[in-house]
């Protein structure tokens, strides 16, 4: 009857949206009455997750899901949602999880509610808030199967920790053959993804140039952020394509997001709304942009940035 | 190759987004709809392995007789067939099994959607008619090759990219990368003549079940004004998102 959580690590260590989703799945389990499951793979370290209430883990360790596969995780986390007889499933919005819910879903004849932002409305019958129009509105939205897939908006919930403890047992599930190798991952590790980070600074057209963004890196360095970009900028090839938000590049859902030289175009706000505070710096006072935004700078990004670092550094020193 | 692209006849990127009905039902006075962007990527790239590597491309969509006209924009563009699943779209699951079930008749080696659509961006289509049939599924994804019938992708991961090795049948998720952009089509003149005459083949549905049902929607709460910071007082900024806006 538990609900179970699939927590997320990377190289072993839990990702901050596993503790997230655990916080979720905790809160879920309080309603209904019952307990939290997590499925882990190949983590080193699981008693973490009971600071976040969880209650029992099912270690999977298996050298053949150091890569990442949408199908073999889904099976493995489908048999143990099955050994537990959980009625809830709980994943993250990662990249990952967003491949694996849908053959999750089916296998497990799961209805399967996506961009969940926060706890059900009710679990009788079983109604979530989720985002839809890309972040333009809300849908409640009622999974009306006996098993039940959320997944949770990454941010959206935020941490609750408890004072509990996890047993944890090995678990090995049965795997099925891939049809899908991995041959090469290019990724650069020692950088904040768009995905996890609690701040994104995020620059514009208005920056003229590549050679401009030295200072977006410094930016978001002092505030250990990601950087990311508008659209013409990734198409104008100044910046990857990975760093593009918006409706047609990646969604955003930080607690801050600060917009260096954006317009804020109908479709580059879509990617950004579910951010919590938002901060423009722009030299038009008319950018649209600004009536998105919680905090403005109306002024020159090449004046205000350098300046905006200084400060925040000395901020960073006197707060230390 | 025989190809199957799914599109998604979603309200254009500028629209205003409003509902009716006690707000249940999305408000389509005066909203344009287009093909879905990430799906416009994929029938281009069905385009070119049609003309560079020979491949006959169907396109289908599951919905009411509204969203022909966009069946007939991808046929301009250079669909050889239209199939429109005649049922209106209720959730991921039944849009997927009602696909699937087109596929598994059909005999296709390759199914191409978007990774998710822009209205209800669930993200779930494609990877469930991949579970359904039983073909091999990538998604995100910005890159494909296919050859005989062993395929190569590339997908977007979280602060990164991937590149993975599969086989036919296969079914992605594609999205922007998949081609340039500036490759995209534009129907013309004779490709709208010829999409007069190409097959728009109505299928009644299986009559998938639903799993998920939508209650009703709500709009964000109005914003308040913007808080102004003279670019010259910039530590009023820094303690406002300290003490204020508590993100630093
Ligand atoms: C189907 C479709 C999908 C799209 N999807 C996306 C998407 O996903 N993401 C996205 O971002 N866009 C998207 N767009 C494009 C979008 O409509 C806008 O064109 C784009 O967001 C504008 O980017 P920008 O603000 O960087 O550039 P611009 O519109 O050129 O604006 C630059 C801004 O910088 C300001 N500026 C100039 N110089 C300075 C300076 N020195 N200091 C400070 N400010 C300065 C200007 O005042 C201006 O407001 C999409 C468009 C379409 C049609």
Known sequence: MSVLVYTESENGAFKKTAFEVASYAKAVADQMGTTVTAVTVNANDVSELGQYGVDKVLKVSDASLNNFNAKSYAAAIAQAVKNEGAKVVIVSQSADSKYLAPILSVALEAGYASNVMEAPTSTSPFTVKRTAFTNKAFNLTTIDTDVKLVGVSNNSFGLVEKTGSATAEDFAPSLPATGVTVESVDKASDKVTIADAEIVVSAGRGMKGPENWGMIEELADVLGAATACSKPVSDLGWRPHSEHVGQTGKPVASNLYIAIGISGAIQHLAGINASKVKVVINTDPEAPFFKAADYGVVGDAFEVVPQLIEKLKAFKAANA | MKILVCISHVPDTTSKINFTDGDSKFDTTGVQFVINPNDEFGLTRAMWFKEKQGASVDVINVGGPETEPTLRKALAIGADTAIRVNTEAKDGY??????????????????????????????????????????????????????GSAAKAMREIDGGKETVATSLPLVIGGQKGLVEESDLRIPNMRGIMMARKKPLTIVEPVGASVETSSVKFEKPAPKGAVTLVAPDNLDELVQLLHNEAKVI
Not at chain 2, 105 to 110: E, K, P, T, V
């Open chain 2, 94 to 147: 039944q849009v997927a099994k009602e696909i699937a079930n087109v596929v598994k008749d059909g005999g296709y080696d390759l199914v191409i959607a978007g990774r998710e659509s822009i209205d209800y961006n669930g993200g779930m289509v494609p990877g469930m008619i991949a579970e359904m049939v039983d073909a091999n599924f990538v998604t995100n994804c910005i890159s494909l090759e296919v050859d």
